[in-house]
T-cell receptor, first 111, second 114 residues
Framework: DAKTTQPPSMDCAEGRAANLPCNHS???????VYWYRQIHSQGPQYIIH???NNETNEMASLIITEDRKSSTLILPHATLRDTAVYYC????????????FGKGTSLLVTP | EAQVTQNPRYLITVTGKKLTVTCSQN?????MSWYRQDPGLGLRQIYY???????DKGDVPEGYKVSRKEKRNFPLILESPSPNQTSLYFC?????????????FGSGTQLSVL
């Protein structure tokens, strides 16, 4: 699976959009971009995933650049409960179910 | 409610005393797995199961056993726990439609081995 690079930490004011970047410059054509988050000591939670098109669900939006070398997870109106570690994971559809979580980005949403 | 249930949430034990951490899912998922999470090392897969009676080692299987006698249950067994197995453990499950499926995680078991 391709390596990902995320900033170690970010801050965001409550009610504002949180934009979390991820670089995956070695991504190959069959690899998906997944985002999970982990609120302190709880089990990781799936957020969203995509291949090349932008995706949106009830939790977030995922913007993937045209060359697929980077992506951005957008939480449109961050709340205090969105404070968590966010993991960007790149994985091929045929590489098994195991996830390589890496270090992620610690997002702090402030009042 | 669809969920992965782990028990217990917290467990303190002593070296060498066999223990079992239970995991159950109510989503009829074929795939189940166990992770451990340690500071600075992130989440690492211990064992996984693609279906009933099918289990395989993950990245850090030493000192652990698992079984998959029923689809919904995937217990983690520590036959002779040691202090280096002190960790936060997570069970996860997914549908068997392909590795593109999202993982559902339990809320974790904090294990301390003295």
């Amino acid at each position: 699976d391709a390596k990902t690079t995320q900033p170690p930490s970010m801050d965001c004011a409550e009610g504002r959009a949180a934009n979390l970047p991820c670089n995956h410059s070695t991504i190959s054509g069959n690899e998906y971009v997944y985002w999970y988050r982990q609120i302190h000591s709880q089990g990781p939670q799936y957020i969203i995933h995509g291949l090349k098109n932008n995706e949106t669900n009830e939790m977030a939006s995922l913007i993937i650049t045209e060359d697929r070398k980077s992506s951005t997870l957008i939480l449109p109106h961050a709340t205090l409960r969105d404070t968590a570690v966010y993991y960007c994971i790149v994985r091929a559809s045929n590489s098994g179910y195991a996830l390589n979580f890496g270090k992620g980005t610690s997002l702090l949403v402030t009042p | 409610e669809a969920q992965v249930t782990q028990n217990p949430r917290y467990l303190i034990t002593v070296t060498g005393k066999k223990l079992t951490v239970t995991c159950s899912q109510n989503m009829n998922h074929e795939y189940m797995s166990w992770y451990r999470q340690d500071p600075g090392l992130g989440l690492r897969q211990i064992y996984y199961s693609m279906n009933v009676e099918v289990t395989d080692k993950g990245d850090v299987p030493e000192g652990y056993k698992v079984s998959r006698k029923e689809k919904r249950n995937f217990p983690l067994i520590l036959e002779s726990p040691s202090p280096n197995q002190t960790s936060l453990y997570f069970c996860a499950s997914a549908r068997g439609g392909g590795s593109n499926e999202k993982l559902f995680f339990g809320s974790g078991t904090q294990l301390s081995v003295l």
